[in-house]
């Protein structure tokens, strides 16, 4: 079990690009998370899918962002018109929510760095 | 309003030793996982809790839904302790599985 898989690791985007993050959950887990990372936020939740459809996307900012999950092998994070306060670590997780365990796992992340 | 209160944000021990890492919750949780965040950043889960107490090895976890805490304790501490701890969890009030997380405890472990 390779684990979730994100891709690029690290990304670096001119201010106004767009940059699209890619994550693998784990085979057979049916929800997927994304959340961010920044110094001064801290850990926040952005969005979830639960067998591929968008449950809660409560944290998402309103505008430039979006996510999708065309497959259960994968999901998707755009980030149209990138900017300087978009650079963060994000964080992919999947779970799946059999025996009434929610417990999710986290991939490695991808470094978003907006110049 | 932060309803995952983390303390404290850093912690030293000296090898050998122990203490413990507590949660705080300003609303009912319905479940609390805490992480480790390793050396390349990845984080670790250490324990998933929906009630009572779990331990693996030289650590200890306990989650108490109704008096809204987790705690984390560590005994022996040894030096591929340190790190940067997270505890995660879900508020029972709302339908969404999101993880709300804590700020985090900076560990080290000093020889």
């Known amino acids: 079990n390779a684990g979730v898989i994100q891709t690029p690791r690290h990304k670096v985007t001119g201010k106004g690009q767009e940059a699209t993050l890619w994550c693998e959950p784990i085979?057979?887990?049916?929800?997927v998370f994304w959340y961010r990372q920044t110094i001064v936020q801290g850990l926040e939740f952005l969005t979830y899918?639960?067998?591929?459809?968008?449950?809660?996307d409560s944290g998402m900012p309103k505008e430039r962002f979006s996510a999708q999950m065309p497959n259960q092998s994968h999901s998707t994070l755009k980030i149209q018109s990138t900017q300087p306060q978009d650079s963060a670590v994000y964080l992919c997780?999947?779970?799946?929510?059999?025996?009434?365990?929610?417990?999710?796992?986290f991939g490695p992340g991808t470094r978003l760095t907006v110049l | 309003g932060d309803q995952v209160e983390q303390s404290p944000s850093a912690l030293s021990l000296h090898e050998g030793t122990g203490s413990a890492l507590r949660c705080n919750f300003t609303?009912?949780?319905?479940?609390v996982q805490w992480f480790r965040k390793n050396s390349r950043g990845s984080l670790i889960n250490l324990f998933y809790?929906?009630?009572g107490t779990k331990e693996n090895g030289r650590l200890k976890s306990a989650f108490d839904s109704k008096e809204r805490y987790s705690t984390l304790h560590i005994r022996d501490a040894q030096l591929e302790d340190s790190g940067t701890y997270f505890c995660?969890?879900?508020?029972?009030?709302?339908?969404?599985?999101?993880?709300?997380f804590g700020s985090g405890t900076q560990l080290t472990v000093m020889p």
């Open positions: 997780a999947s779970s799946f929510p059999g025996l009434g365990s929610y417990e999710q796992y």
């Open positions: 609303t009912t949780m319905r479940a």
């Open positions: 085979s057979g887990h049916s929800a």
């Open positions: 995660a969890a879900e508020a029972a009030s709302s339908g969404s599985w999101q993880l709300i």
């Open positions: 899918f639960r067998n591929q459809a968008p449950i809660d």
């Open positions: 809790l929906a009630s």
